[in-house]
């Protein structure tokens, strides 16, 4: 069922933004399994992420991924990062980077759906960059591109492969720059003016061509057409280390389980929120940090998506 504040129903208001989608849309979106499914019909994620300086992020949006519905959660991280992700989280498939290939990866699962996110934990060494390059030219599913890997793209040759992406028409490309990275990606493409808010993550999104999360106290969601959705059901509780990595892991998960990039947004964007504002309920703003936020998911999903 569609709601009035279902932007997908919605005119193209090209640049004005739309409010947040409510409960009643966001839980028409829900991924909940068929009675028939398997492990791999749930939607597989393949998570690039973990420098050896930041195993932390691969941990953080693994372990959200699979409290956000994935059914099987792969993570390519460095060497160095494999026994905290195995350590943290003994679900979590871990794999040296080096075995990332999406084109053979996505080659031996042709028949299911998934979702690669890469990024989190990334410090911006070549390898990673030569990891962002190959991902978006040979992945044929959709791409979430956050965190360190946003910098990597954040020039013309990134925009460059973002718009060729976009031209063969695979699989869409998700990117959700904080504040900062917001702006290198700006920069790299040299945006005129001094744009904020809804106008810089439309100017992103067309010079991209891909869906913009622009992340912050309210986050903005928009596309090349100039769809924008707002979100600002969050909570200060969020501005903590490793929170963006956690939503990168929700993101992906819905992308992995088949919803559309705008959808996965909202949804994500929204689940996130309520976990931080759940977490905040019984542990305080100050005390809450990213793994609460995890945790406290369930009761997120409860919220706004109610029992099945
Ligand atoms: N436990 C972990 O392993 C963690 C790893 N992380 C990873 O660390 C890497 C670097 O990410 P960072 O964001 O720390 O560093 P960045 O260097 O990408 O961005 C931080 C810089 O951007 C500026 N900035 C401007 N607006 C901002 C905004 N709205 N929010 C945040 N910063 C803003 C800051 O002042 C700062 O100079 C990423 O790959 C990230 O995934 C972080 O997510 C934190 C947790
Ligand atoms: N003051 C705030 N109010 C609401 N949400 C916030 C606030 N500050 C940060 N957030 C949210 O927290 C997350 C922080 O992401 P990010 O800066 O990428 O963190 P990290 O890189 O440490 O993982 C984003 O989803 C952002 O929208």
């Known amino acids: 069922m569609r709601s009035p504040t279902?932007?997908?129903?919605a005119?193209?208001?090209?640049?004005?933004?739309l409010p947040s989608r409510d409960n009643a849309a966001l839980a028409a979106l829900a991924p909940w399994p068929d009675p028939q499914a398997n492990k791999y019909t749930r939607g597989k994620l393949s998570l690039v992420a973990g420098a050896a300086a930041y195993p932390g992020a691969a941990c953080l949006a693994g372990a959200a991924a699979e409290r956000a519905g994935a059914g099987y959660t792969e993570v390519f991280c460095a060497g160095e990062s494999l026994l905290a992700v195995r350590s943290f989280r003994p679900s979590l498939?871990?794999?040296?980077?080096r075995e990332w290939h999406p084109a053979r990866q996505e080659a031996r699962c042709a028949d299911r759906t998934g979702a690669c996110v890469i990024g989190c934990g990334f410090d911006g060494d070549a390898r990673q960059r030569e990891l962002v390059a190959e991902t978006v030219r040979a992945a044929t599913g959709p791409v979430l591109i956050d965190g360190g890997a946003i910098g990597l793209m954040a020039d013309k040759a990134g925009q460059r492969?973002?718009?060729?992406?976009?031209?063969?028409?695979?699989?869409?490309?998700?990117?959700t720059p904080h504040?900062?990275?917001?702006?290198?990606?700006?920069?790299?493409?040299e945006l005129e003016g001094a744009l904020g808010g809804p106008e810089l993550a439309v100017g992103l999104a067309r010079a991209y061509r891909a869906l913009i999360v622009l992340k912050g106290p309210i986050t903005f969601i928009a596309d090349a057409e100039g769809i924008v959705e707002t979100m600002g059901r969050g909570t200060a509780a969020l501005a903590k280390a490793g929170t963006g990595d956690v939503l990168a892991g929700i993101i992906g998960a819905l992308l992995a389980q088949g919803l559309a990039p705008r959808d996965a947004a909202a949804l994500g964007c929204a689940l996130h929120a309520e976990a931080g504002r759940a977490a905040a309920q019984e542990l305080t703003e100050i005390c809450v940090s990213a793994e609460d936020v995890i945790a406290a998911l369930p009761q997120a999903v409860r919220a706004i998506v109610g029992a099945h």
Not at 6 to 9: E, G, L, N, V, W
Not at 169 to 174: E, K
């Open 179 to 189: 504040g900062g990275e917001a702006a290198r990606l700006a920069r790299g493409a």
């Open 6 to 9: 279902d932007p997908a129903s």
């Open 11 to 17: 005119p193209n208001t090209a640049g004005t933004p």
């Open 161 to 175: 492969l973002a718009r060729e992406r976009a031209e063969r028409g695979v699989g869409p490309l998700v990117l």
């Open 93 to 97: 498939v871990a794999r040296d980077w």
